[in-house]
């Protein structure tokens, strides 16, 4: 088991430009997170989708995120465009319920924004 | 507001000391705690719940309702506990705390 993918690993790329991340989770994990990291800091959640819908994304900048799990199992994150102040990780974490039950981990995205 | 906090960013302690890593939080129900584990170069994993009541590579934490704190402590550090410790509360949504870089000294 491989547990949680994500891809790219690292990316660098100039202010204004589009970027996408994309996260396999652990098969039959219904649940899926996207956090932000900065530097220094511990994980902030950006979204939550129970399969295919979005349950919270509260904390998610709609003016230039937007992310999709369309068919319930992968998930891309999205910023366009990006600015300086995204540079940070990007993790994705998948559990097999709701609420208090194990989050297990991607290793990340490191986005670097010139 | 829920609300994490871990007061050390840094903390460095010798083999073979007891540890304790700090965790208050601020919410107004009964939420559920946990201690998140980063090793160097490793992914960020469950190192233990509080609903559990378990002991995970001799870590112990406590929830102190009237303190609101939830402190991970070890009563004999090792060499391989060497980490980045968040302490993450789930009340409606999982907030984490920013960290504690625990090194121990051989």
């Known amino acids: 088991e491989a547990g949680v993918v994500q891809s790219p690993r690292y990316k660098i790329i100039e202010k204004k430009q589009p970027v996408a991340f994309w996260c396999n989770p652990i098969?039959?994990?219904?649940?899926l997170y996207w956090y932000l990291q900065n530097l220094g800091q511990g994980p902030e959640l950006l979204i939550r989708y129970e399969n295919e819908e979005a349950v919270d994304d509260s904390q998610l900048p709609k003016d230039r995120f937007s992310a999709e799990r369309l068919k319930g199992v992968d998930s891309t994150l999205k910023i366009q465009p990006a600015e300086l102040g995204d540079s940070a990780v990007y993790l994705c974490?998948?559990?097999?319920?709701?609420?208090?039950?194990?989050?297990?981990f991607g290793p990340g995205t490191r986005l670097t924004v010139l | 507001a829920q609300r994490v906090t871990q007061p050390e960013k840094l903390l460095s302690v010798f083999k073979g000391a007891p540890v304790e890593l700090k965790c208050n939080y601020s919410y107004s129900g009964s939420p559920e705690l946990f201690w998140y584990v980063q090793y160097s170069r490793q992914r960020l994993q469950l190192l233990l719940r509080?609903?559990s009541r378990e002991s995970i590579k001799g870590f112990t934490a406590d929830l102190n309702k009237g303190e609101t704190s939830f402190h991970l402590k070890k009563p004999f550090a090792q060499e391989e506990d060497s980490a980045m410790y968040y302490c993450?509360?789930?009340?409606?949504?999982?907030?984490f705390g920013t960290g504690t870089s625990l090194t121990v000294i051989p």
């Open positions: 098969s039959g994990h219904n649940t």
């Open positions: 509080h609903i």
């Open positions: 974490a998948s559990s097999s319920g709701q609420g208090t039950t194990t989050q297990y």
């Open positions: 993450a509360l789930y009340g409606n949504q999982f907030y």
